[in-house]
């Protein structure tokens, strides 16, 4: 595999640098294509790194929506090639109906999103320094909206308290050694250009060889020059958290748990996410936290397919219910391998501390994959917004669903008593994003210098 290629988040969430700042570009009216290439390419793409690069201390990753795609000169039959979800967009209202979003209360990307830049460092300053050497003075790009900033939060954790970035799949020639049993997923589900779970090439964006001169001939398109090799596609979502909502819901809902487990309240946030805050997986750790356990992933629901350690609706086992989907674990282990994400969300917005604020905070959501309605809008669709999901009912994900219609209850089986709390708030609301092209490396660097 051409590891080159890849843009280095493919394989890394880069946890290492502490820093992390998502910029919305858009061309400024009346620059030409020609002038945003040019710029693009003399601004941006000398910080962008491979997963082969040697990472400065400050760097970017490149990637546009189909506006950003136009800006850059690509036409109404190129953008074609493109997903219709992707062409569409997230702001759409089909897609909106798909993901269950309300885009009249989003504060970002209602009109589209052109460009991400997403810049990562060592130091916030870093990384606010590297955006505006990309950006300050430019005279064809502009800020779209203010840039998302990662904050920092203790020990990986996410606002609510829970370690997050524990799974992740292992993806075939990107990542050496499987982390855990699970057999690496092919790379043609997060990758263009390679095979996917059915052995097949993904599909992916072409030009008429006309148009695409210098490129190799596509795979997948006869008789069209490629543009997907190397590429991938990009979900980015602002996921606002309540996080008093969260911990008073935990401080009642949990009040008739007393008596019967040592903490009520850290109990009932592990059966809602799966796993306790320290990351320890329920099934694994079925009684009580183990930060032992904390980066544990190499287990299954065989042994659990009743829930009564990691309850079915848990947010953890509807994100990828692993062999827990009847008819049978092979078989469910064999549908699921179709719907991996490879997640680099970081939270925004300041620690909580004792009393509301009334700051936003949140999840800057951000996952890869090859093939955005079978992956990504499948799980939110179906797993995280899905009211019957494995047995359920008028459940949607007690962690992030959106409530709607009715669905708010959670149920934790039997262990030691069966509880199905109701009238659970909502903890997280989108606010807004939008879906990317993440091109490779050989194709960014011919959208941005090669076209005539
Ligand atoms: C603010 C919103 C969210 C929060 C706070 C959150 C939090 C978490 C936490 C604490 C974990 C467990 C740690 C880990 O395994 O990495 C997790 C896992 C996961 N989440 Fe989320 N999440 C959010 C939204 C979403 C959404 C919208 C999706 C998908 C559409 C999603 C997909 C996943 C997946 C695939 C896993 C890994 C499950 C596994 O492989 O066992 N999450 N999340």
């Not at 595999?1 to 493919?10: E, F, N, P, S």
């Not at 640098?17 to 061309?27: E, L, T």
């Not at 501390?353 to 996952?367: I, K, M, Q, S, Y």
């Amino acid at each position: 595999m051409k590891r080159a290629d890849l843009q280095a988040i493919v394989a890394s969430g880069f946890g290492d640098r502490g820093a992390a700042r998502y910029v919305f570009v858009r061309a400024r009216a009346g620059s030409t294509p020609e002038e945003v290439r040019a710029e693009l390419a003399a601004r941006a793409l000398p910080h962008v790194v491979s997963i082969e690069s040697n990472k400065p201390h400050a760097f970017a990753q490149l990637a546009f929506g189909p506006g950003g795609l136009r800006a850059i000169g690509l036409d109404d039959e190129e953008l074609d090639t493109f997903p219709r979800e992707f062409v569409q967009g997230m702001a759409h209202p089909e897609r909106a109906r798909v993901n269950g979003d309300r885009v009249d209360e989003w504060h970002l990307g209602r009109g589209g999103l052109d460009v991400l830049i997403a810049v990562f460092a060592g130091s916030d300053g870093a990384a606010l320094a590297l955006e505006r050497a990309m950006l300050d003075g430019a005279r064809h790009l502009e800020r779209a909206c203010e840039p998302l900033v990662a904050s920092r939060l203790p020990d990986q954790t996410e606002h609510f308290g829970f370690r997050d970035g524990v799974s992740q799949p292992s993806i075939l020639g990107v990542h050496g050694d499987p982390r855990g049993p699970e057999r690496p997923v092919p790379t043609g589900e997060f990758v263009m250009g390679y095979e996917n779970v059915y052995g097949q090439l993904p599909a992916a964006p072409s030009l008429s060889p006309a148009r695409g001169v210098g490129l190799p001939e596509s795979r997948v398109s006869p008789g069209r020059r490629d543009l997907g090799d190397g590429g991938a596609y990009l979900v980015l979502r602002k996921l606002e958290q309540d996080v008093f909502a969260w911990r008073a819901w935990l401080r009642e809902a949990s009040r008739p748990l007393a008596g019967y487990v040592a903490d009520p309240e850290a109990y009932l946030g592990a059966k809602v996410v799966g796993r306790w805050a320290s990351g320890a997986p329920l099934v694994t750790c079925p009684r009580a936290d183990d930060p032992a356990h904390a980066t544990k992933n190499d287990f299954d629901y065989d042994l659990d397919l009743s829930g009564l350690a990691c309850p079915r609706g848990a947010h953890i086992r509807r994100t990828n219910p692993r062999g827990a989907l009847p008819p049978s674990p092979p078989r469910s282990r064999a549908a699921v391998e179709t719907r991996r994400l490879v997640r680099r969300g970081r939270p925004y917005g300041p620690p909580a501390g004792d009393a509301p604020d009334g700051e936003a905070r949140g999840l800057v959501f951000v996952c890869l994959c090859a093939n955005l309605a079978r992956q990504f809008e499948f799980v939110q669709q179906t797993w995280v917004e899905g009211v019957k999901f494995d047995g359920g009912w008028s459940e949607d994900d007690p962690l992030v669903g959106a409530r709607r219609a009715g669905a708010d209850r959670f149920t934790i089986p039997r262990d030691p008593v069966r509880y199905a709390p109701r009238g659970l708030p909502r903890f997280v609301t989108a606010r807004g994003g939008g879906y990317f092209f993440l091109p490779g490396m050989d194709r960014l660097r011919w959208l941005l210098g090669a076209r005539g």
